[in-house]
């Protein structure tokens, strides 16, 4: 599977693709805190398990335990073959898991 900001703009659809480099960006962005106070709630999440400063089962468990984020879809990457891994983020049936060879960062 290959996405780029690129299928973004040749949709037939308005799409606004955000792209933020760590964990902790990402929770500030979906809170509308710091530098993102005046971003909206995403319709889908894009999650690499593998961020930086705070990792993506980090991330996805404050979504999960956020009242008006938990129900927004979250589609998650990773090239772990770790069996728990899977597991965590498969129990909710809103999370789609794609493991990706080249990671996520090459989605992009």
Same mark, same amino acid.
């Given at each position: 599977?290959?996405?780029?900001?690129?299928?973004?703009?040749?949709?037939?659809?308005?799409?606004?693709?955000?792209?933020?480099?760590?964990?902790?960006?990402?929770?500030?962005?979906?809170?509308?805190?710091?530098?993102?106070?005046n971003a909206g709630k995403p319709d889908l999440i894009l999650l690499d398990?593998?961020?930086?400063?705070?990792?993506?089962?980090?991330?996805?468990?404050e979504i999960k335990g956020d009242a008006v984020l938990k129900r927004i879809?979250?589609?998650?990457? +990773? +090239?772990?073959?770790?069996?728990?891994?899977?597991?965590?983020?498969?129990?909710?049936?809103?999370?789609?898991?794609?493991?990706?060879?080249?990671?996520?960062?090459?989605?992009?």
């Amino acid at each position: 599977m290959h996405v780029s900001p690129e299928a973004f703009k040749s949709s037939k659809t308005l799409s606004v693709l955000t792209v933020v480099k760590d964990g902790v960006e990402a929770m500030d962005f979906l809170h509308q805190a710091g530098s993102y106070t005046n971003a909206g709630k995403p319709d889908l999440i894009l999650l690499d398990l593998n961020l930086p400063r705070k990792d993506g089962r980090e991330v996805l468990a404050e979504i999960k335990g956020d009242a008006v984020l938990k129900r927004i879809p979250v589609a998650v990457f +990773t +090239t772990s073959r770790a069996e728990k891994d899977i597991n965590k983020c498969l129990r909710s049936e809103r999370e789609l898991l794609h493991r990706e060879a080249g990671g996520p960062r090459s989605l992009f």
